[in-house]
């Protein structure tokens, strides 16, 4: 049976005072810019390589040099030793949370205060245990301890997203079963869904849209940016043909997007993800719906099927779109488009 994690929702010790016994340790120039580097003042502000590097007039370079020097004194210090359970604490937070997770959700998870998740941040820096890799294309900061599962767990996302297309939208359930088919070697407590869906986090390549369905970042189903992307997903959550009255309704109502309805129906116009059914009724060009008038649908039923009954065509017709019968018999008629044989049988004319 797969064992439920449950992250730690606080921690037991005060960063802020566990930083200064640390700091105490070191010379007032190399604790300010330590403090200056990592936000540890107030405001909790960090300043960059070059800031600092102005205030003392020194380089940038000059100023790194003694950030590590500061680093590796508290490392050898005797207080550092004393310190090894806030750090364990630590340890055993990563781990409740899938031992691999994303900078800024492990320290909102850690603190609400800003404040202190530099604190926090700087504990992450400091202790020996902890691993960072910094923010590349494919993924965000993050932390981690066992180097063997970070490694599983980006193999894993490559190859989920790999899979993936711009068209491609999946619901939560389904991506995180389409993760744990790439990822192998894990302990099962490791696949309950609150850790895999900490990992799909870290990707910059796959994210969710505001209807909680994965896809590549890349695609306008994710990254929807106008009435065109958002009507499309709204025809995609409701399943069927819908009036655009209605789509414009339902993206305020899903989006927060204010859509005029005669705005609306022009995107709609305009864009071949949409084929009109109906009178104002809408469908997705994926569901199958043929595109074009009335007639131009007998047309490619008859090209497609050859030549069918009056009644075939009124029922394939119907499948196509929302019309009345008399509508589709009215344009069957025309001779200028279609024949009648002997047998009763319509087909084009050529």
């Known amino acids: 049976m797969t064992k439920t994690i449950v992250p730690t929702t606080g921690l037991t010790f005060k960063p802020k005072q566990a930083v200064k016994r640390l700091l105490a340790t070191l010379p007032e120039r190399a604790r300010d810019v330590i403090m200056s580097r990592y936000g540890l003042g107030d405001p909790a502000k960090k300043m ?12 940038r370079e000059r100023v790194r040099q003694i950030e590590n020097y500061a680093l590796h004194s508290i490392r050898k210090a005797g207080v ?9 604490e630590l340890e055993a937070l990563i781990h409740s949370l899938g031992g691999l997770i994303a900078e800024d959700e492990l320290l909102r998870h850690a603190s609400p205060d800003k404040s202190t998740q530099n604190h926090i941040h700087f504990l992450l820096v400091v202790g020996e245990s902890f691993k960072k890799e910094k923010e590349d294309e494919h993924f965000r900061h993050r932390w981690y301890i066992d180097e063997k599962l970070a490694g599983k767990v980006h ?5 989920l997203y790999k899979n993936l297309n711009d068209n491609d939208l999946v619901s939560e359930l389904d991506i995180i079963a389409q993760f744990l088919t ?19 986090n870290l990707s910059k390549m796959i994210a969710k849209n505001p209807l909680g369905e994965w896809g590549l970042m890349t695609s306008s189903n994710i990254r929807a940016k106008g009435m065109r ?3 499309f997903l709204v025809l995609r959550k409701h399943g069927s043909p819908i009036h655009f009255r209605e789509v414009a309704k339902s993206i305020e109502k ?35 719906y043929m595109s074009g008038v009335v007639k131009d649908v007998i047309r490619k039923i008859l090209e497609k099927s050859g030549p069918l009954r009056r009644e075939e065509v009124v029922e ?25 044989d002997k047998e009763g049988r319509y087909s084009v004319v050529q």
């Open 316 to 340: 394939k017709v119907l499948k196509e779109r929302y019309v009345k019968e008399n509508t589709i018999l009215v344009n069957l008629q025309n001779p200028k488009y279609f024949k009648k």
């Open 182 to 200: 790439h990822i192998e070697d894990v302990a099962d407590h490791l696949k309950h869904e609150s850790v895999v869906r900490r990992w799909l």
């Open 155 to 159: 193999d894993a996302l490559r190859k």
């Open 254 to 288: 899903l989006f927060g997007r204010k859509a005029h309805v005669a705005t609306t129906h022009n995107e709609l116009i305009k864009d071949p993800r949409f084929i009109l059914v109906g009178r104002g009724l809408y469908a997705l060009a994926e569901w199958g």
């Open 48 to 59: 960059t390589l070059e800031a600092i590097g102005k205030k003392y007039g020194i380089t």
């Open 229 to 231: 992307d958002y009507a």
């Open 80 to 88: 550092y030793e004393k310190e090894k359970p806030i750090f364990a």
